[in-house]
Nanobody, 124 residues
Framework: VQLQASGGGLVQAGGSLRLSCAAS????????MGWFRQAPGKERESVAA????????YYADSVKGRFTISRDNAKNTVYLQMNSLKPEDTAVYYC??????????????????WGQGTQVTVSS
């Protein structure tokens, strides 16, 4: 599967953005999907994940209540709605995919397929 992330940009603190990750291939619906981010000088960290059926979602504590992950299997796309953005959310955001039921959805090492990243910058 190939992944293409989009939707990043510059936004003021308190604003919103919606990221999209479009996937190629006919088996998208069988992939668990995740969003991760990496700020300069920091390790890649988890943001959110969603099961291949869409029934289970997972969030890092830092984004709970502000971010929402969703997927549209008919459009081969996963979304990350980001509200109440903070300057510390500034990072390159990556989407990732792995077939079926990863053991720990918020761990980057669980995923073999990665998109190219989209920059999110939140100004104070």
């Amino acid at each position: 599967v190939q992944l293409q992330a989009s939707g990043g940009g510059l936004v003021q603190a308190g604003g919103s953005l919606r990221l999209s990750c479009a996937a190629s291939g006919r088996t998208f619906s069988s992939y668990d999907m995740g969003w991760f981010r990496q700020a300069p000088g920091k390790e890649r960290e988890s943001v959110a994940a969603i099961s291949w059926r869409g029934g289970r979602t997972y969030y890092a504590d830092s984004v709970k209540g502000r971010f929402t992950i969703s997927r549209d299997n008919a459009k081969n796309t996963v979304y990350l709605q980001m509200n109440s953005l903070k300057p510390e959310d500034t990072a390159v955001y990556y989407c990732a995919a792995e077939p079926f039921d990863v053991a720990d959805p918020l761990q980057p090492y669980e995923y073999d397929y990665w998109g190219q990243g989209t920059q999110v910058t939140v100004s104070s």
